[in-house]
């Protein structure tokens, strides 16, 4: 069990770059959830998803596509990236029902110059 | 708008000592409370609290949660080196949708 896998782990976009952060998890959970973390700032939730095929927006959406095509892949979109979303980036899973209990990602650490 | 507060936000202490990290929240459809220590990485997790099980214990750490005033404490006794982290307290919100709301967390250092 590898848990739950985020690709990359480190990225450096210019200004107006495109991206996708990839977030894998092999534990059959059905929700899986974006986080970003700013110095200060605690975790904020991006967006998240309860199934396959659905996706759900969070506290800070803007300037963010998800798409969870596969029950096992959540991934993160940047269209244009921006120096605002310089940040540290983890995925989370859990299953549903039960203990709330989420499985971080290792991160991913995104720099926009 | 759903809220998580978390105090003191740095704390700075020896070995041995105990240390009371504090959490209160204002949600609406409150679930659960999680307590994560983040390292250098990803959070792990350490306990989770609900209405049906307001306290936790794990070797020096434990936990309550205190529904009445909305609040839960981490304590943490005899304190070694290795406690140094961030420590963080999630709210679970259930509104037809599970998702967490977290505070901006406590940062522990812990001095030999």
């Known amino acids: 069990n590898a848990g739950v896998t985020q690709t990359p782990k480190f990225r450096v976009l210019k200004t107006g770059q495109s991206m996708t952060l990839l977030c894998a998890q092999d534990?059959?959970?059905?929700?899986m959830y974006w986080y970003r973390q700013d110095p200060g700032m605690g975790l904020r939730l991006i967006h998240y998803?309860?199934?396959?095929?659905?996706?759900a927006k969070g506290e800070v959406p803007d300037g963010y596509n998800v798409s969870r095509l596969k029950k096992q892949n959540f991934l993160l979109g940047l269209e244009s990236a921006a120096p605002s979303q310089t940040s540290v980036y983890f995925c989370?899973?859990?299953?549903?029902?039960?203990?709330?209990?989420?499985?971080f990602g290792p991160g991913t650490r995104l720099t926009v110059l | 708008e759903d809220k998580v507060v978390q105090s003191p936000l740095s704390l700075v202490v020896h070995e041995g000592d105990t240390v009371t990290l504090n959490c209160s929240y204002e949600?609406?459809?409150?679930?659960?409370l999680l307590w994560y220590k983040q390292e250098k990485k990803a959070p792990t997790f350490l306990f989770m609290l609900?209405?049906?099980?307001i306290e936790k214990k794990s070797g020096r750490l434990s936990s309550i949660l205190d529904k009445k005033e909305l609040s839960s404490i981490l304590n943490i006794t005899a304190t070694q080196t290795g406690d140094s982290a961030i420590y963080l307290c999630?709210?679970?919100?259930?509104?037809?949708?599970?998702?967490?709301?977290f505070g901006t967390g406590t940062r522990l250092k812990v001095l030999a």
């Open positions: 989370a899973s859990r299953i549903a029902g039960g203990t709330d209990t989420q499985y």
């Open positions: 534990m059959n959970h059905e929700y």
């Open positions: 998803s309860v199934g396959e095929g659905t996706t």
């Open positions: 949600v609406t459809n409150f679930r659960s």
């Open positions: 609900t209405s049906s099980g």
């Open positions: 999630a709210v679970g919100v259930d509104s037809g949708t599970y998702k967490y709301i």
